[in-house]
């Protein structure tokens, strides 16, 4: 979810639900050590509870950007041994770290050692031609050894040659059962499941065998669904805002946004373009929402325009 799942992003997906746990997008250890902090760490008192999402391979790096997690307020620390990117292959992290289970058992204990919170890892059921499900057993184990207790396993593998990013995403196949056989082997430990979940009948199904489903792309692009999720998996009560009230919200942020840290709303705006999927002129509300030639118009006045009949838009 990298350039998608930014601090606006989550506040956005925030107003929909009360208790999802909110990932971020995954930063580099390279860009905490080296760049702007603050830039890369801030996020909305908000966004709790939210977990930091770290990409790195050197154990004293991890640690050292665990702990500014820690500090800055983050509720989790992830380490990334999922994404297949040639770019994250070339800094040595990402997918390719399953091939060296000990060095992710290394760099786990190391973040496990200085910070207090909860130290988990999100990985795929293999890499490459190996299918074995051997393969993802024991890396799963070698890491729990080291102190995590939590995994998100995305259920493909991931082809480190030959396919994009997008195509690790569609044409391995997904194998929920060895997600399944996971928890069935490792009882103690704590499993969430992603990768091609999309409807609520699903989330149900694998609750049943697992302690949590991660739901990535279909939440972005159908971001309304959210909306029911405190009532259908948390107990909670339903959701109590409306689609114009998030959106009216949303324009309030824009505004701190832009008072606060010279936010431009379209960057923001990006976020909620699925906002009304499905609904009777969606299509033209993006579109108004996508105008960048609207970009010195108030937030208020861009909604405004978008909720105008067409008939009585100039």
């Known amino acids: ?107 786990v204990k190391a973040m496990v050692d200085v910070a207090s919170v909860p130290v988990t890892v999100k990985h795929r059921i293999g890499i490459d031609k190996i299918e074995s499900y051997e393969f993802v057993r024991d890396f799963v184990g070698t890491v729990s050894e080291a102190g995590c207790g939590t995994f998100i396993v995305h259920a493909r593998n991931a082809w480190l040659k030959g396919l994009s990013p997008k195509q690790n995403r569609e044409i391995p196949p997904l194998r929920y059962e060895l997600v399944h ?65 998030v959106e009216s919200l949303m324009c309030d942020y824009m505004v701190r946004e832009a008072a606060e840290h010279g936010t431009q709303w379209s960057s923001i705006a990006r976020h909620m373009l699925g906002l009304r999927n499905g609904l009777p002129g969606a299509r033209r509300w993006r579109q108004v929402w996508s105008d960048h030639r609207l970009k010195t118009r108030s937030p208020r006045e861009v909604m405004a325009l978008a909720h105008e009949p067409v008939a009585q838009v100039a």
């Open 1 to 107: 979810m990298m350039d998608w799942t930014d601090r606006h992003c989550r506040y956005f997906h925030r107003l929909m639900s009360r208790h999802a746990l909110l990932y971020t997008e995954m930063v580099t250890t390279g860009a905490l050590v080296h760049g702007d902090v603050p830039r890369h760490l801030r996020f909305n008192a908000e966004e709790h509870p939210v977990a930091l999402q770290l990409g790195g391979s050197e154990p004293a790096d991890l640690a050292h950007c665990a702990k500014l997690g820690e500090e800055w307020g983050y509720d989790e620390i992830n380490l990334n041994c999922g994404c297949p990117s040639e770019r994250v292959q070339r800094g040595a992290f990402g997918a390719c770290l399953m091939a060296e289970p000990q060095l992710v058992a290394d760099c």
């Open 181 to 245: 056989r996971l928890k069935h082997d490792f009882p103690e430990l704590s499993f969430s499941i992603n990768g091609g979940i999309s409807a609520n009948a699903q989330v149900h199904e694998h609750l049943r065998l697992l302690d949590g489903v991660m739901v990535g792309r279909e939440a972005y692009h159908n971001p309304w669904w959210l909306a029911e999720w405190d009532a259908e998996f948390f107990g909670a009560g339903p959701q109590p805002l409306t689609r114009e009230e």
